[in-house]
């Protein structure tokens, strides 16, 4: 779980874009600029605010408008992070009408989801405040948009869970079921994996807690359990693995949460739950 905020890689970030354009314009493109503005018209457009939020995915858009063809710049009016009012212009767009009116819907629909996104968990993530917990995301995400989404997390203040299930150990309630106990896959896993990777294990109960913590579990996800009971958990644990509350953690359980002690807070309602940041783009002629 980390507390940085890399860019995400071009690759990615072209590749969701192009898929993006690809599935709006078709064969065809945009019949309805191209039937009814000259190819040579020209028009200067900016992205505003109407209401506020954080900004998170200008790399998108800027892509957006760069992959469509030749012949648009765009100038950033702020960075993803930023915490926009109503009315704050975002991007500035110059150039042929045409590509700019194709580019539009593309640019906006990764502009608003990601903003919603940051704006979400930065209302989360303020709840933790005056606490050691940091909120963190889940694999919960929008198939091929994962790394985009996870960055507009930290753009909100949040952390990263594991990215995939390739980077990280984390024994859920089925591989417990399969393997036949908490200590038993924490034996599995630590054998596996050797002594520089990390095994965080998921637990119910305050019994399996304590089973947890003989096995040796580096960090330990205390799921659905209630404020009291995580605030036992904290005491019993005394720092001996990390600790991670998750399951059904709404905005208003983030602070009761956080005061029992825990490190980690995840949720999956701030990637599937957020509502796009209402961003619009307003067109002149140029």
Do not use: W
Not at 162 to 168: H, K, Q, V
Not at 246 to 260: D, H, K, Y
Request: net charge negative; aromatic share 2%.
């Amino acid at each position: 779980m980390d507390a940085y905020r890399p860019a995400v890689p071009r690759q990615i970030i072209e590749r969701a874009v192009t898929a993006a354009l690809d599935e709006d314009l078709g064969q065809a493109g945009d019949i309805t600029s191209q039937a009814t503005i000259s190819p040579d018209a020209l028009a200067v457009a900016r992205v505003n605010a109407r209401t506020p939020g954080v900004i998170c995915g200008l790399d998108c858009a800027v892509s957006a408008f760069s992959l469509i063809g030749p012949g648009l710049e765009t100038e950033l009016l702020v960075a993803d992070g930023a915490i926009v009012e109503a009315g704050d212009a975002i991007l500035e767009i110059r150039g042929n009408a045409r590509s700019l009116l194709a580019a539009e819907r593309t640019a906006l629909n990764f502009l608003t989801h990601l903003s919603g996104i940051a704006t979400l968990t930065r209302s989360f993530a303020m709840q933790t405040v005056g606490t050691a917990a940091h909120i963190c995301c889940t694999r919960k995400t929008t198939p091929g948009l994962r790394a985009l989404e996870k960055y507009a997390v930290r753009c909100g203040g949040g952390h990263n869970h594991r990215f995939g299930l390739s980077d990280a150990i984390l024994i859920k309630d089925n591989h417990i079921a399969v393997a036949g106990g908490v200590a038993d896959a924490i034996a599995a896993a630590k054998a596996f994996a050797g002594h520089l990777v990390a095994i965080e294990v998921e637990v119910d109960t305050l019994g399996q807690l304590e089973e947890a913590l003989s096995a040796g579990a580096n960090a330990i996800l205390l799921d659905n359990m209630d404020e009291e009971t995580l605030a036992r958990a904290v005491a019993v644990t005394a720092g001996r693995a990390k600790l991670e509350a998750s399951g059904n953690v709404t905005l208003e359980r983030v602070a009761p949460i956080a005061r029992t002690g825990v490190d980690y807070i995840s949720t999956s309602r701030i990637t599937t739950a957020a509502t796009p940041l209402d961003l619009g783009l307003d067109i002149s002629i140029g």
